[in-house]
């Protein structure tokens, strides 16, 4: 036994020493290529300080451009003579690059290779993923009965030796065309039916059926949920969790748009801006939406975007744009400028208060009983609301002078980001406080009312009182002399040039600093808003029952018709005034005791969404503002220290130069057809990967979610333009796509293992065999249900607890999605996480999974069931009760063998224990490798 071991680590050992030595031969035989080679080695170990990032790069050096770092890094066909290679392998700690305290040092075959790029001229590249998709031309073939995409991948084969392994039997091939396309395992009924079709077309068809199944959209929709980051709660929350009412519209939207096969430019658009398309304001594709609004709903706003933001880069584009919130991009060509632009795209769009019904809600007594519970509770809330809202903005109006002291002291701009604060009726909410900054930034110096306030502010503070004095009289000059201003009361009268109770009151405090003069515009609002309201109730008085009329002139009238009072009330009342404010921003600054009220009066009515049988299905939509906010760029990601203005727009590395920016009212419109134009060279290529990944296990690009350059190299670059391009040519069709990959030879091989294949290939990126997957968490749990007996079809709606005893037998892509509380099976089986765009799963063998399948009531609880099937308990032999269950279970007859120990552990059990051993027997099958693993 001890020599064993030895000789099996000694041919370890050597096997590992050919595949080092294999790969360095390789690398040094043949040209080096910059994409391929020194790419990935300047984005490890040098462009983080010399590369697209101009606020961080260091020494002036930017190596990831060609004319930049042949100035003064690299000189052609000389790599001793060359900065850039000196540094590498200085050993000098000061001179060495990367630098020693970054603990990272390029290797000796690294080194090589650099050395040997400079010794050929240190041809550049451009970065693959940026250059247009051209479709090349097909590598010869010897075969002529192969499909195109085989010819991308035999040639390469071919190239190093190697072959593709044998095709699998028809079995084999059923059982993984049938979880690939619907998550499922195929019934013996059509296995059967398809090992007896001697047609050419027989896998076609099988293909074919699989795509019309409505379970196809919830196997593929439920890939595409994890990039979504689709969840039914908020995420975030301390204590508990708060759920979304309609989340679960996106998910069947999303199912159903699969199942259609519509269009993936169409899919993007919809998600993106279906409420831009014209649509019916009930149509389903408004739920589409929910890919946007269904993520992490963050307190602060900035993070909210941010995630949208990031969802839209590396879900649909493989870009990690959210890097540059804070800065230019360490490695790609993003500045911080397209952030912020993308930012200014999505932040102008807002949730409505209201979400739409999909389709026509139906006449039945539910629905009439939830509809009127939702008007009561809508009403209560919104009058609480309307009340509050004008309570709190008069309270802002008595309220003036304590944010012009803010003002005047300089206080800075204060970060919104904290919209979740408490307040007391007495604190300021640094909201207003912005609103009178920016209000008073853009009223004009001659404004009557604050021209004076714009002049003294600019005052020395040394003899300020004098000076303030000086400057008013100098104002009270320009009015006039007052006896000879028209009586104020006549409708006809205009006000002089500055307003007199502004200079009357500050000539009456005499202030000494800028900050008393804030008091006295305080006091003079507060007395200007009591006097109005004063106004409206008396004014309203003389139209009660037996009141004697008022002429609208007569001298009683002065307050209100006066344009003195009307220069100072204007700041007050009118529209876009910092007081005058709508009830949605005012509902944000309410007192804490109100603002709670408010929201369990909100949240009543979103339980009564979640929990009403009467309750219609809504989409989770926005609504853009057509007049948008003006946006900058945030130095540092910091929202109040703003940079340059931006406009809503698309990435610059992808557009054309002095391209348009969207059109207002229409911005995620403009995002999305500039997204799924042709011309982008990503859009394609990462959905085609996408596609590829998930009948592969890996994608030709091995990080789905990164094309940039810290992403990975294509293996097969011109078979991924080739599908790129013929994806196009087939109308985006992704059923299409599915087909053309399933009908290939490199699809159909077994997934052997080959040692002489292992050491010239040894990460099978050739794909000389299929890669053998594990089942994700839901088809492995549904694959249970099924071969149990016990699964449910019900398609949509509500979702369900994963975890509820007992089990609710639907399929896992209706189960309800915590963000908060990730469900065990999720957790010890690698789920998506919810809290963020998930291109590819983890892949994890850890000791929670084989417990799992031993110890769990779940399986246990299916093997019951599966051993109870009636077709299962009413066979006549034991031999044929076992060839049913492994038909049912493995989608094959057993062996001799297997039924032989079978039947004698059967046999054995039913003398020694009181429990059946056929449930036994049927855990062990489910519990066995062959069932969660396809080959």
Same mark, same amino acid.
């Given at each position: 036994?001890?020599?064993?071991?030895?000789?099996?680590?000694?041919?370890?050992?050597?096997?590992?020493?050919?595949?080092?030595?294999?790969?360095?031969?390789?690398?040094?035989?043949?040209?080096?290529?910059?994409?391929?080679?020194?790419?990935?080695?300047?984005?490890?170990?040098?462009?983080?300080?010399?590369?697209?990032?101009?606020?961080?790069?260091?020494?002036?050096?930017?190596?990831?451009?060609?004319?930049?770092?042949?100035?003064?890094?690299?000189?052609?066909?000389?790599?001793?003579?060359?900065?850039?290679?000196?540094?590498?392998?200085?050993?000098?700690?000061?001179?060495?690059?990367?630098?020693?305290?970054?603990?990272?040092?390029?290797?000796?075959?690294?080194?090589?290779?650099?050395?040997?790029?400079?010794?050929?001229?240190?041809?550049?590249?451009?970065?693959?993923?940026?250059?247009?998709?051209?479709?090349?031309?097909?590598?010869?073939?010897?075969?002529?009965?192969?499909?195109?995409?085989?010819?991308?991948?035999?040639?390469?084969?071919?190239?190093?030796?190697?072959?593709?392994?044998?095709?699998?039997?028809?079995?084999?091939?059923?059982?993984?065309?049938?979880?690939?396309?619907?998550?499922?395992?195929?019934?013996?009924?059509?296995?059967?039916?398809?090992?007896?079709?001697?047609?050419?077309?027989?896998?076609?068809?099988?293909?074919?059926?699989?795509?019309?199944?409505?379970?196809?959209?919830?196997?593929?929709?439920?890939?595409?949920?994890?990039?979504?980051?689709?969840?039914?709660?908020?995420?975030?929350?301390?204590?508990?969790?708060?759920?979304?009412?309609?989340?679960?519209?996106?998910?069947?939207?999303?199912?159903?748009?699969?199942?259609?096969?519509?269009?993936?430019?169409?899919?993007?658009?919809?998600?993106?801006?279906?409420?831009?398309?014209?649509?019916?304001?009930?149509?389903?594709?408004?739920?589409?939406?929910?890919?946007?609004?269904?993520?992490?709903?963050?307190?602060?706003?900035?993070?909210?975007?941010?995630?949208?933001?990031?969802?839209?880069?590396?879900?649909?584009?493989?870009?990690?744009?959210?890097?540059?919130?804070?800065?230019?991009?360490?490695?790609?060509?993003?500045?911080?400028?397209?952030?912020?632009?993308?930012?200014?795209?999505?932040?102008?769009?807002?949730?409505?208060?209201?979400?739409?019904?999909?389709?026509?809600?139906?006449?039945?007594?539910?629905?009439?009983?939830?509809?009127?519970?939702?008007?009561?509770?809508?009403?209560?809330?919104?009058?609480?609301?309307?009340?509050?809202?004008?309570?709190?903005?008069?309270? #802002?109006?008595?309220?003036?002078?304590?944010?012009?002291?803010?003002? *005047? &002291? /300089?206080?800075?701009? $204060?970060? @919104?980001? %904290?919209?979740?604060?408490?307040?007391?009726?007495?604190?300021?909410?640094?909201?207003?406080?912005?609103?009178?900054?920016?209000?008073?930034?853009?009223?004009?110096?001659?404004?009557?009312?604050?021209?004076?306030?714009?002049?003294?502010?600019?005052?020395?503070?040394?003899?300020?009182?004098?000076?303030?004095?000086? #400057?008013?009289?100098?104002?009270?000059?320009?009015?006039?002399?007052? *006896? &000879? /201003?028209?009586?104020? $009361?006549? @409708?006809? %009268?205009?006000?002089?040039?500055?307003?007199?109770?502004?200079?009357?009151?500050?000539?009456?405090?005499?202030?000494?600093?800028?900050?008393?003069?804030?008091?006295?515009?305080?006091?003079?609002?507060?007395?200007?808003?009591?006097?109005?309201?004063?106004?409206?109730?008396?004014?309203?008085?003389?139209?009660?029952?037996?009141?004697?009329?008022?002429?609208?002139?007569?001298?009683?009238?002065?307050?209100?018709?006066?344009?003195?009072?009307?220069?100072?009330?204007?700041?007050?009342?009118?529209?876009?005034?910092?007081?005058?404010?709508?009830?949605?921003?005012?509902?944000?600054?309410?007192?804490?005791?109100?603002?709670?009220?408010?929201?369990?009066?909100?949240?009543?009515?979103?339980?009564?969404?979640?929990?009403?049988?009467?309750?219609?299905?809504?989409?989770?939509?926005?609504?853009?503002?057509?007049?948008?906010?003006?946006?900058?760029?945030?130095?540092?990601?910091?929202?109040?220290?703003?940079?340059?203005?931006?406009?809503?727009?698309?990435?610059?590395?992808?557009?054309?130069?002095?391209?348009?920016?969207?059109?207002?009212?229409?911005?995620?419109?403009?995002?999305?057809?500039?997204?799924?134009?042709?011309?982008?060279?990503?859009?394609?290529?990462?959905?085609?990967?996408?596609?590829?990944?998930?009948?592969?296990?890996?994608?030709?690009?091995?990080?789905?979610?990164?094309?940039?350059?810290?992403?990975?190299?294509?293996?097969?670059?011109?078979?991924?333009?080739?599908?790129?391009?013929?994806?196009?040519?087939?109308?985006?069709?992704?059923?299409?796509?599915?087909?053309?990959?399933?009908?290939?030879?490199?699809?159909?091989?077994?997934?052997?293992?080959?040692?002489?294949?292992?050491?010239?290939?040894?990460?099978?990126?050739?794909?000389?065999?299929?890669?053998?997957?594990?089942?994700?968490?839901?088809?492995?749990?549904?694959?249970?249900?099924?071969?149990?007996?016990?699964?449910?079809?019900?398609?949509?709606?509500?979702?369900?607890?994963?975890?509820?005893?007992?089990?609710?037998?639907?399929?896992?892509?209706?189960?309800?999605?915590?963000?908060?509380?990730?469900?065990?099976?999720?957790?010890?089986?690698?789920?998506?996480?919810?809290?963020?765009?998930?291109?590819?799963?983890?892949?994890?063998?850890?000791?929670?999974?084989?417990?799992?399948?031993?110890?769990?009531?779940?399986?246990?609880?299916?093997?019951?069931?599966?051993?109870?099937?009636?077709?299962?308990?009413?066979?006549?032999?034991?031999?044929?009760?076992?060839?049913?269950?492994?038909?049912?279970?493995?989608?094959?007859?057993?062996?001799?063998?297997?039924?032989?120990?079978?039947?004698?552990?059967?046999?054995?059990?039913?003398?020694?224990?009181?429990?059946?051993?056929?449930?036994?027997?049927?855990?062990?099958?489910?519990?066995?490798?062959?069932?969660?693993?396809?080959?």
């Amino acid at each position: 036994m001890l020599n064993q071991r030895r000789l099996s680590f000694t041919v370890l050992i050597s096997s590992l020493t050919l595949v080092l030595f294999f790969q360095t031969c390789i690398c040094f035989a043949t040209e080096v290529r910059f994409n391929e080679h020194i790419r990935p080695i300047l984005a490890e170990y040098c462009l983080h300080c010399h590369g697209p990032d101009a606020g961080d790069r260091q020494a002036d050096l930017r190596l990831d451009r060609e004319s930049a770092a042949k100035e003064s890094a690299i000189v052609p066909e000389k790599p001793h003579e060359s900065e850039l290679f000196q540094r590498i392998i200085s050993k000098d700690p000061d001179l060495r690059m990367p630098p020693t305290e970054t603990g990272k040092s390029l290797s000796a075959a690294q080194i090589k290779l650099v050395e040997q790029w400079i010794q050929e001229g240190a041809p550049f590249q451009d970065h693959w993923a940026f250059e247009p998709i051209k479709k090349p031309k097909l590598p010869q073939a010897d075969n002529r009965t192969i499909t195109d995409i085989d010819r991308f991948i035999l040639v390469r084969l071919k190239a190093q030796g190697l072959e593709l392994s044998p095709p699998i039997n028809r079995r084999q091939l059923i059982r993984r065309a049938t979880f690939d396309l619907i998550g499922l395992p195929p019934t013996w009924d059509e296995v059967t039916a398809f090992v007896n079709d001697k047609s050419p077309q027989a896998f076609e068809k099988v293909i074919d059926r699989l795509l019309d199944s409505p379970q196809y959209g919830e196997r593929w929709g439920r890939h595409w949920l994890d990039i979504a980051r689709y969840a039914d709660t908020y995420g975030g929350s301390a204590i508990g969790f708060k759920k979304f009412p309609f989340s679960y519209t996106y998910r069947d939207y999303v199912i159903r748009a699969l199942n259609a096969d519509i269009p993936y430019n169409r899919f993007v658009t919809e998600q993106l801006a279906a409420d831009q398309l014209g649509l019916k304001e009930n149509d389903p594709a408004l739920a589409a939406l929910g890919f946007l609004t269904v993520g992490m709903q963050f307190r602060n706003p900035h993070d909210t975007i941010d995630d949208q933001i990031d969802v839209v880069t590396r879900g649909l584009l493989g870009l990690t744009v959210a890097c540059a919130r804070c800065h230019d991009h360490k490695y790609d060509s993003i500045p911080t400028d397209d952030y912020y632009s993308l930012y200014a795209t999505l932040g102008s769009s807002r949730l409505p208060q209201r979400q739409p019904i999909i389709g026509q809600a139906p006449d039945t007594k539910a629905y009439r009983g939830y509809q009127a519970a939702l008007s009561q509770r809508q009403e209560q809330h919104d009058d609480m609301v309307r009340e509050q809202s004008t309570i709190m903005r008069g309270r #802002l109006r008595m309220q003036v002078g304590l944010y012009l002291r803010e003002l *005047a &002291k /300089q206080t800075p701009e $204060q970060d @919104l980001s %904290a919209v979740f604060l408490s307040y007391r009726t007495d604190d300021l909410r640094p909201l207003v406080l912005n609103r009178w900054r920016n209000y008073l930034e853009k009223l004009a110096e001659n404004d009557p009312v604050f021209g004076p306030w714009h002049r003294l502010s600019r005052l020395d503070s040394k003899n300020f009182r004098d000076q303030c004095l000086a #400057l008013i009289e100098s104002l009270s000059k320009e009015n006039g002399d007052p *006896a &000879k /201003q028209p009586a104020m $009361q006549k @409708l006809t %009268a205009n006000a002089p040039r500055w307003n007199p109770r502004v200079l009357d009151s500050v000539t009456r405090q005499k202030p000494e600093s800028l900050l008393e003069v804030a008091d006295v515009y305080g006091k003079l609002f507060a007395e200007v808003h009591q006097q109005w309201l004063k106004v409206l109730t008396g004014t309203s008085l003389e139209a009660s029952t037996g009141a004697k009329v008022v002429p609208d002139e007569d001298p009683r009238h002065l307050t209100a018709n006066s344009p003195v009072n009307r220069q100072l009330r204007k700041h007050l009342y009118a529209p876009n005034t910092p007081t005058a404010m709508t009830d949605e921003i005012a509902m944000t600054l309410l007192n804490r005791p109100i603002r709670d009220n408010v929201r369990g009066r909100k949240g009543a009515i979103d339980n009564l969404h979640l929990t009403s049988p009467g309750s219609p299905p809504r989409a989770m939509t926005l609504r853009e503002k057509k007049l948008t906010d003006e946006f900058y760029v945030f130095r540092r990601g910091n929202p109040i220290d703003r940079g340059n203005p931006v406009q809503a727009r698309f990435l610059s590395a992808l557009s054309a130069p002095n391209s348009n920016p969207f059109l207002p009212g229409k911005q995620r419109l403009g995002l999305a057809q500039s997204i799924v134009d042709p011309a982008n060279p990503l859009t394609r290529r990462v959905i085609v990967n996408w596609v590829w990944q998930h009948h592969f296990g890996r994608g030709l690009v091995r990080t789905p979610d990164d094309f940039g350059t810290r992403g990975q190299q294509p293996t097969h670059p011109q078979l991924l333009d080739y599908l790129a391009t013929k994806f196009l040519e087939e109308g985006w069709s992704i059923k299409k796509l599915h087909r053309q990959i399933m009908l290939t030879a490199v699809y159909q091989q077994a997934a052997i293992e080959n040692s002489e294949a292992r050491i010239k290939d040894p990460e099978n990126k050739l794909l000389w065999r299929m890669p053998r997957r594990r089942l994700e968490m839901e088809a492995m749990r549904d694959s249970m249900l099924l071969v149990s007996g016990e699964l449910d079809t019900q398609r949509g709606g509500r979702p369900f607890n994963l975890l509820s005893k007992p089990v609710v037998p639907r399929r896992s892509v209706y189960a309800f999605v915590n963000r908060d509380i990730v469900s065990s099976m999720a957790s010890t089986f690698d789920g998506a996480n919810p809290n963020a765009c998930t291109a590819k799963r983890p892949e994890t063998n850890v000791p929670q999974q084989t417990l799992f399948a031993l110890n769990s009531s779940f399986i246990q609880d299916r093997a019951v069931a599966l051993a109870s099937l009636k077709e299962i308990v009413s066979t006549k032999t034991d031999e044929k009760r076992v060839r049913l269950l492994y038909q049912r279970t493995y989608s094959r007859s057993p062996e001799p063998q297997e039924v032989e120990l079978a039947l004698n552990y059967i046999r054995s059990q039913k003398e020694k224990s009181k429990t059946n051993p056929w449930q036994r027997l049927a855990h062990v099958l489910l519990a066995a490798n062959e069932f969660v693993f396809v080959d």
